[in-house]
Antibody, heavy 123, light 106 residues
């Protein structure tokens, strides 16, 4: 079955960088659009970024544009999120999610989620 | 940005009762709306997509309806595992989520 396993979270100071990884298995990773979605403690869900199956086209929420970079390595079945210039308001559990349908376009319905990795930005 | 508003914030019901949750969009999202269930400490689970289609493996007691700006999720008869937070999400113009409705046990 589909498995998504995030890693790389931790406690960092404002202005720091962190790279999250998501190891995927149980499906043809290279055929699916992938997203990062985050959830601040006690808050709702917040879409962060999307990368199309070929790794070329990427889109970001305004709140992270210019600071975060999404990427993927289809040979390693792994999704990444490079986070630079971290802010206190970036504190959240970050989920790796799989788009619902395979193909070159996103549906932006998230049918599989990892367990999440907690990023805490604090001085 | 399309803002989603969910009501009520909390719904207190007993097992076996019917739950009706509402999601209202600030702009027309057509049918491009999904519902997710999140049990505390767990990742969300896709229940409904395109307003009324159940995702794979989702029991028939979950149903969605609506279009445009007004949507609802109905759980016909609550089971113990259904007490959770429910989020709506639109994909008509980028992707945003509502704040969630908590269904707790009375």
């Amino acid at each position: 079955q589909v498995q998504l396993v995030e890693s790389g979270g931790g406690v960092v100071q404002p202005g720091s960088s962190l790279r999250l990884s998501c190891a995927a298995s149980g499906f043809t990773f290279s055929s699916y659009v992938m997203h990062w979605v985050r959830q601040a403690p006690g808050k709702g869900l917040d879409w962060v970024a999307v990368i199309l199956h070929d790794g070329i086209n990427k889109y970001y929420a305004d709140s992270v544009q210019g600071r975060f970079t999404i990427s993927r390595d289809n040979s390693k079945n792994t999704l990444y999120l490079q986070m630079n210039s971290l802010r206190v308001e970036d504190t959240a559990v970050y989920y790796c999610t799989k788009d619902w349908r395979s193909g070159p376009h996103y549906t932006a319905y998230f049918d599989s989620w990892g367990q999440g990795t907690l990023v805490t930005v604090s001085s | 940005e399309i803002v989603l508003t969910q009501s009520p914030a909390t719904l207190s019901l007993s097992p076996g009762e019917r739950a009706t949750l509402s999601c209202r969009a600030s702009q027309n999202v057509s049918i491009y709306l999904a519902w997710y269930q999140q049990i505390p400490g767990q990742a969300p689970r896709l229940l409904i997509y395109d307003a009324s289609n159940r995702a794979t493996g989702i029991p028939a007691r979950f149903s969605g309806s609506g279009s445009g700006t007004d949507f609802s999720l109905t759980i016909s008869s609550l089971e113990p595992d259904d007490f959770a937070v429910y989020h709506c999400q639109q994909r008509a113009k980028w992707f945003t989520f509502g704040p969630g409705t908590k269904v707790d046990m009375k």
